[in-house]
């Protein structure tokens, strides 16, 4: 797994998904305010919450990358058409 995810990765796993914070928080565990407090940068969720957010974000199909050159972000499965 990769280390912990910034706020926003997440925003930008869940625009490459087209998945709303509600979904995140249904598929994830993890309260709607847990989602939006994390993704406005007011609070870091707890290591299992945001673990659990990130585990979620990966099962559908991101992939978070450490570094691209300007830092860390995140981009689809190849085969990721194929679900």
């Given at each position: 797994?990769f280390?912990?995810m ?6 930008a ?13 249904s ?6 305010r847990?989602?939006?407090n ?13 673990k659990?957010?990130?585990?979620a ?12 050159g300007?830092?860390?972000g ?10």
């Amino acid at each position: 797994m990769f280390p912990a995810m910034t706020p926003g990765q997440c925003k930008a796993a869940r625009a490459l998904l087209d998945m709303t914070q509600p979904a995140l928080a249904s598929a994830s565990g993890v309260s709607l305010r847990t989602i939006v407090n994390f993704e406005g940068g007011n609070r870091t969720p707890m290591p299992a919450n945001l673990k659990a957010i990130q585990r979620a974000l990966e099962g559908a199909g991101i992939i978070f990358i450490a570094e691209n050159g300007d830092g860390p972000g995140v981009r689809l499965r190849k085969d990721q058409s194929l679900r």
